[in-house]
């Protein structure tokens, strides 16, 4: 029986399929987040913004990192004990948010891709993360089981992908 056992737990731990989610209907948390922040956006901005969800799925975090885009700016945010997640930011849309917060009237086509990501526009980046999370939480706060907190904080950018993974590869994350 023991044998049994620990076979049966080697593999639920190994295969790459995911558990059983704590969030009942993941297509409305994916689109309360969009609703949410679209309004966020706007007003943050002060300019119309539309916010879409391309996609929503479960899937595995070693998953997730692969298929996450090798020159983004990743943003990490923490639990009161552990990693919370990782919001990855494409560099072109990092640098025309910076340009829209900072007054840019939008006028230059293409952003500037071989620009570094300074401290300067980490900070001003951070309240964009602050946002995101906030509006998950709200938009994830209806559908769990559990009472709705704020327990993820935005913790530190990072432009390496190998420098965030705290997590296993084996855990379970909601990508949108």
């Not at 906030?134 to 327990?151: G, I, L, Y």
């Amino acid at each position: 029986m023991k044998k049994l056992a620990n076979k049966t737990l080697r593999r639920k731990i190994g295969e790459s399929r995911v558990g059983r989610s704590p969030i009942r209907d993941i297509s409305y948390v994916s689109d309360m987040f969009a609703r949410f922040l679209n309004a966020e956006l706007r007003t943050m901005l002060r300019w119309p913004v539309v916010v879409d969800v391309e996609s929503h799925e479960l899937m595995k975090f070693g998953q997730a990192m692969q298929q996450a885009e090798s020159e983004g700016i990743y943003a990490v945010s923490e639990s009161s004990s552990n990693f919370g997640g990782a919001m990855i930011l494409n560099p072109g849309f990092l640098f025309r948010w910076l340009e829209a917060i900072t007054g840019c009237d939008g006028s230059l086509d293409e952003p500037e891709q071989d620009r570094d990501f300074t401290s300067i526009d980490a900070m001003l980046a951070s309240d964009l993360v602050k946002c995101v999370i906030d509006c998950f939480e709200r938009a994830v706060a209806p559908v769990t089981d559990q009472e709705p907190t704020k327990s993820l904080s935005f913790s530190r950018f990072v432009k390496e992908r190998s420098t965030i993974i705290d997590a296993e590869d084996t855990m379970d994350v909601l990508s949108i």
